[in-house]
Every structure is written in structure tokens, then in C-alpha cells.
């Protein structure tokens, strides 16, 4: 039953109490308080009925669940603003290598300078007539390195690699640079042979390249010193 509906319930009620206030009076009924009684009792009746129903439906209404409001959608990020931050990164990583490749020669500058500065490297030409171990270095009857060799850094050098072996500081002046190599060569054989380098130390930086080379007439390695200008 609607809010409407009762209402209309209720005029009839009320439209039938007054068409019998019209009407001529009754006989008076043996039973005291039915008529007049009677009609109090049947609106007090209807007024209870009305809050009952109003009290029902404002229950019914606050009971009733609420239509659930549609989540907002999250935004969706472009794909120019993925390639675009992707850029920013790489660049990034890019100066980043920059940097340290710039500290990098700014510290040797600092702690070799031109001055006192002294490299050496070592290279093998074809290499198979001899399987490095190790190398040792001295300058002027003083021990400047020594050096164990991997497989790994023996195939690196077979295929061109050149390593820097030696990078310190000399003064100026004359000096004496020897070289020992130890290794395997053909049947398996030891090696440890050695060379030397004298050569005078100016104010500019000097650069010396220890090379091995096959020797094909005597099938044995050859070491050779090289300075480059």
C-alpha cells in the first residue's frame, strides 16, 4: 500500500463519518457508548494506522541502498609521456658515463702529470707459439708490477686487446726498463725470458708497448720493446 492509496482510505473514512452526521439520529442502543463512542474509537484507530504506515515507510526509505556512485577512472598516462621520460633516463645515463670518463682523466692528470708520467702496455701478435702467465716489470732494478694472466685475458689479447700494464710517475733522466715473461710455449715447454729498454725521461709523457710475436723460423716466441712517439 503507497502513500497514496492510504490517503485516499482515509477521505472515504472521513467522507462516510459525515454523510452519517447528515443523516437523521439514531435509536438510542441499549449499550452505552456505542455510537457517538464508536466514532471516536474508529478515528483514534485511523490515527494509529497512520503513523504505523508513515513510520514504515520512512524505515522502508532510509533502508532502501543507496545507488553505488561509478569509481572515478584512474588517468592513463600517454605513451609519449613513457617514451619521453624513457629519453630523460637515457640521457641521464649517458652524461652520468660522461662525468666519470671526464673525472677519470681529470684524477690520472692530477696524480700522473705530463711531467713524470710513465704507461706501459702489452700486446701479442698472433700468440701461438706461446700462452702468457705471467709478466714482471722493473725500473731500474726496482719492481714496478706483476702480473697473473687468466685464460680469459690471454684469448683478449690473442684477439688484439691491448692491456695497460704500468701507469706511475718518473722523474726525468736516464733509466733502464726490464721485462721478464713467463709461459708456456710449444710441447708444453717453459719459457721465462726477459727484456730490456733504456731510454731517457723528458718532461713530456712516455708511452712504452711490450709486444709478443711469433717467431715461425725458430717456432718460439719473440718480445720486442717499442716506444711510441
Known sequence: MNAQVFQRLILE??????????????????WKGEGEGGGVALIILLGVISGLFLGWATAATAAAPKPASAPA??????KEDFKTL????????QDVLD????????EEELLFPASTQLAVFLSVDVGSFFALDS???????????HYLYTDR?????????????????????KHELVAFFTGKGTHDRDYRL?????????????????????????LQPEFEVKVWK
Not at 473514512?13 to 441499549?30: A, D, E, G, H
Open 13 to 30: 473514512v472521513f467522507s462516510k463519518m459525515n454523510s452519517r452526521s447528515t443523516q437523521p439520529p439514531p435509536r438510542p442502543s441499549p
Open 73 to 78: 577512472a584512474a588517468p592513463v598516462p600517454a
Open 86 to 93: 624513457d629519453t630523460r633516463v637515457q640521457n641521464l645515463k
Open 99 to 106: 662525468l666519470n670518463r671526464d673525472m677519470f682523466v681529470l
Open 135 to 145: 709478466v714482471e716489470l722493473r725500473m731500474d732494478n726496482e719492481v714496478l708490477t
Open 153 to 173: 685475458e690471454n684469448a683478449a689479447l690473442q684477439r688484439g686487446g691491448v692491456q695497460r700494464l704500468y701507469l706511475g710517475n718518473l722523474r726525468t733522466g
Open 194 to 218: 726477459g727484456t730490456s729498454l733504456n731510454f731517457e725521461k723528458d718532461t713530456q709523457p712516455k708511452y712504452i708497448e711490450l709486444k709478443i710475436r711469433d717467431k715461425e723460423q725458430k
